[in-house]
């Protein structure tokens, strides 16, 4: 599936954005998706994922009950509503997708991801 991650942008700290990830090529309800983040001269890192059910969620700490991943099957697209950003949130994120039998399977880990989209870059001043 091909991910076109679209919404980053400059933003002061305390302010939201969101993410969109949109897919082609195939339907996004048959896989599992994610998103993650990196900053220069660091490994990319987690960020969220959700199953294809849309209901198992999980997110990395430093985002729990600030970033929300949701999907959207109609419009092929999935989103990160990101509220409260800090500095530290600054980074380009990308979106992911694997393809899983299991509707309740999520992943955490960049190596458990096949397609990728090119990244926005999020810049949160404070």
């Known amino acids: 599936v091909q991910l076109q991650a679209s919404g980053g942008g400059q933003v002061q700290a305390g302010g939201s954005l969101r993410l969109s990830c949109t897919a082609s090529?195939?339907?996004?309800?048959?896989?599992?998706t994610g998103w993650f983040r990196q900053v220069a001269g660091k490994e990319r890192e987690f960020v969220a994922t959700?199953?294809?059910?849309?209901?198992?969620?999980d997110y990395a700490d430093s985002v729990r009950g600030r970033f929300t991943i949701s999907r959207d099957i109609a419009k092929n697209t999935m989103y990160l509503q990101m509220n409260s950003l800090k500095t530290e949130d600054t980074a380009v994120y990308y979106c992911?997708?694997?393809?899983?039998?299991?509707?309740?399977?999520?992943?955490?880990?960049?190596?458990?991801?096949?397609?990728w989209g090119q990244g926005t870059l999020v810049t949160v001043s404070s």
């Open positions: 992911a997708a694997a393809w899983r039998s299991h509707s309740n399977v999520i992943l955490t880990t960049t190596g458990g991801y096949t397609d």
């Open positions: 959700i199953g294809r059910n849309g209901v198992n969620k």
């Open positions: 090529g195939r339907a996004l309800r048959n896989y599992v």
